[in-house]
């Protein structure tokens, strides 16, 4: 069925972009990299009627090549289809290089798709994708290494507080004083809460080892990207030689199926890890979902909590999903129908269409660039 434009009734009708940038209300940094503000990259889909909502936290070039691009790639396409755009756009960015900002517009062009076709047919994402799970567990994430310990401590003791029964913080500046902090991490927050640190690649591998050793009288068991997640040897090494409690993760920065396929076949993680607002959207996600059952490993979501909370109730051997401190405080200022916290887990608003979210637009306004 089409109108009288010759456009059918489920086509996408066009893309709109926009981007803003928020500040931190700390000054920010981890173990490789320092940062006083975060950019918000949001697609709206239209077609039939509906408007649909996919993001990514990104530098405002990922917009131009959404409006400049990806926008003339999908309109027109089948909005019933968001597999099919997906390959379109996989195909139009190939003389442009896939990994970085190429991946991360086609994810926020993605999940803006899904929630379109979610909203045509007046379903929940999450039921359109199928749900196994009531809500996805979610983890703590913040802790940056710029915190005094105070600040630290009442962070984390904060979620611990709320019933979230894991919590992660940021190391990797300073190997003694890392582990300095853990300690002061495990006083706050107490035996019975679950303590996780994420180095960002900072250590080199006999550092990681060492490390992995002392966390352990903290009874630290999640240990993140100890080596840089380019060195999937290194990776390897550490996750063999860690203490057995402690899970060895990573797979933030993958951009692509390729990247998750050589990180599984090397057995270089306990718990793989995917970025929705990276690896290509909710079409991705589930392709990579896919690949951690084959390989009898689960998959935990990284940042963007309310983008992934759907997919995260809807994939097999799901893991957790980040809380994290930055992107929690920016959801909460830029969309209405977020998830709800309920007893350490994300569960999807079932008497909303599509994600749930909607723009509050004068709010946004304020941030625009």
Not at 261 to 280: H, N
């Given at each position: 069925?089409t109108?009288?434009?010759?456009?059918?009734?489920?086509d996408?009708?066009?893309?709109?972009v926009s981007?803003?940038t928020?500040?931190?209300?700390?000054?920010?940094s981890?173990?490789?990299?320092?940062?006083?503000?975060?950019?918000l990259?949001?697609?709206?889909?239209?077609?039939?009627?509906?408007?649909?909502?996919g993001y990514?936290?990104?530098?405002?070039?990922?917009?131009?090549?959404?409006?400049?691009?990806?926008?003339r790639?999908?309109?027109?396409?089948?909005?019933?289809?968001?597999?099919?755009?997906?390959?379109?756009?996989?195909?139009?960015?190939?003389?442009?290089?896939?990994?970085?900002?190429?991946?991360?517009?086609?994810?926020?062009?993605?999940?803006?798709?899904?929630?379109?076709?979610a909203?045509?047919?007046n379903?929940?994402?999450?039921?359109?994708?199928?749900?196994?799970?009531?809500?996805?567990?979610?983890?703590?994430?913040?802790?940056?290494?710029?915190?005094s310990?105070?600040?630290?401590a009442?962070?984390?003791a904060?979620w611990?507080?709320?019933?979230?029964?894991?919590?992660?913080?940021?190391?990797?500046?300073?190997?003694d004083?890392?582990?300095?902090?853990v300690?002061v991490?495990?006083?706050?927050?107490?035996?019975q809460?679950?303590?996780?640190?994420?180095?960002?690649?900072?250590?080199?591998?006999?550092?990681?080892?060492?490390?992995?050793?002392?966390?352990?009288?903290?009874?630290?068991?999640?240990?993140?990207?100890?080596?840089?997640?380019?060195?999937?040897?290194?990776?390897?090494?550490?996750?063999?030689?860690?203490?057995?409690?402690?899970?060895?993760?990573?797979?933030?920065?993958?951009?692509?199926?390729?990247?998750?396929?050589?990180?599984?076949?090397?057995?270089?993680?306990?718990?793989?890890?995917?970025?929705?607002?990276?690896?290509?959207g909710?079409?991705?996600?589930?392709q990579?979902?896919?690949?951690?059952?084959?390989?009898?490993?689960?998959?935990?979501?990284?940042?963007?909590p309310?983008?992934?909370?759907?997919?995260?109730?809807?994939v097999?051997?799901?893991?957790?999903?980040?809380?994290?401190?930055?992107?929690?405080r920016?959801?909460?200022?830029?969309?209405?129908?977020?998830?709800?916290?309920?007893?350490?887990?994300?569960?999807?608003?079932?008497?909303?269409?599509?994600?749930?979210?909607e723009?509050?637009?004068?709010?946004?306004?304020?941030?625009?660039a």
């Amino acid at each position: 069925m089409t109108t009288k434009s010759g456009r059918g009734i489920t086509d996408v009708d066009g893309l709109q972009v926009s981007h803003y940038t928020v500040p931190t209300d700390y000054p920010e940094s981890d173990g490789t990299m320092q940062w006083d503000k975060t950019t918000l990259v949001v697609v709206e889909a239209s077609g039939g009627g509906k408007r649909g909502i996919g993001y990514t936290y990104a530098d405002e070039a990922t917009a131009s090549l959404v409006h400049g691009l990806l926008r003339r790639t999908v309109t027109g396409m089948d909005a019933m289809s968001p597999p099919a755009a997906y390959e379109a756009m996989w195909q139009r960015i190939r003389n442009l290089g896939r990994p970085g900002i190429c991946s991360m517009a086609i994810s926020a062009v993605d999940c803006a798709l899904w929630d379109l076709k979610a909203r045509l047919l007046n379903l929940p994402l999450v039921k359109l994708l199928g749900q196994v799970r009531e809500g996805a567990t979610v983890y703590g994430s913040g802790g940056f290494t710029t915190y005094s310990d105070r600040q630290l401590a009442e962070q984390l003791a904060g979620w611990a507080e709320q019933g979230l029964g894991s919590v992660k913080m940021k190391i990797g500046r300073d190997a003694d004083r890392d582990v300095e902090r853990v300690g002061v991490a495990r006083d706050a927050i107490g035996p019975q809460t679950e303590l996780f640190v994420d180095a960002n690649g900072a250590y080199s591998r006999k550092q990681a080892m060492l490390q992995a050793e002392l966390f352990s009288e903290y009874d630290v068991r999640w240990f993140e990207e100890p080596v840089s997640s380019d060195d999937l040897e290194g990776l390897c090494l550490v996750r063999n030689h860690a203490p057995a409690p402690m899970q060895i993760a990573a797979g933030e920065y993958g951009y692509d199926i390729f990247y998750f396929q050589r990180m599984l076949a090397a057995g270089a993680v306990d718990v793989q890890q995917a970025d929705i607002s990276r690896c290509g959207g909710v079409t991705a996600f589930m392709q990579v979902a896919a690949l951690c059952q084959a390989h009898n490993l689960p998959i935990s979501g990284h940042t963007a909590p309310a983008l992934h909370t759907a997919i995260a109730c809807c994939v097999p051997m799901f893991e957790n999903l980040e809380y994290f401190h930055d992107h929690v405080r920016i959801e909460r200022m830029f969309f209405d129908g977020l998830p709800h916290l309920v007893r350490g887990q994300l569960r999807p608003d079932l008497s909303r269409p599509g994600n749930g979210l909607e723009l509050k637009r004068a709010d946004a306004q304020k941030f625009a660039a």
